[in-house]
């Protein structure tokens, strides 16, 4: 049997791994392709971009070597969500003081939701497009060439 489940968790053996190793390297691991399911019954199901990307990063993380997959809780620590941010710990309680994110009291630790965390995530991410993109209009304005 290609693939078998010991304690939970789903074992895949050679061929399965390879076949994946396959599909990685033809479509690629980051590709926006279509991915389509075809139920027993014949019905075609077209996964959604993200949900596709997702499965297209799961084969490309079997054929790269043991891959665990898990959902993310509601809440995480402060390391956690440093980890999740890129950023150090210390400045990720800056980042709370100054009011960027909002931290929930348990105790005597702090907890943000994770979705707080990856919305933080994301609009850091795009602060740094902007800022990149507005840098090379400054160069292309200036004509500065490397």
């Known amino acids: 049997m290609p693939v078998t489940e010991i304690g939970g968790a789903l074992v895949a053996d050679e061929e399965i791994l390879q076949r994946a190793a396959e599909v990685s390297a033809s479509v690629g691991a980051h590709g926006t392709v279509d991915v389509v399911l075809e139920a027993p019954s014949g019905e075609r199901i077209v996964l959604d971009p993200h949900l596709g990307g997702f499965v297209l990063r799961v084969l490309d993380g079997l054929s790269n070597g043991p891959l665990s997959i898990t959902g993310l809780p509601e809440q ?28 929930l009291r348990v105790g005597s630790h702090s907890r943000l939701r994770t979705e707080d965390v990856l919305r933080l995530r994301d609009q850091d991410a ?4 902007a800022a990149f993109e507005k840098l090379r209009r400054v160069e292309e304005e200036a004509d500065i060439r490397d």
Not at 76 to 100: Q, W, Y
Not at 126 to 129: I, S
């Open 76 to 103: 995480v620590t402060t390391t956690i969500a440093a980890d999740m941010l890129g950023i150090s710990r210390p400045t990720l309680m800056k980042r709370i003081a100054a009011g960027d994110i909002r931290a």
């Open 126 to 129: 795009e602060a740094r497009r």
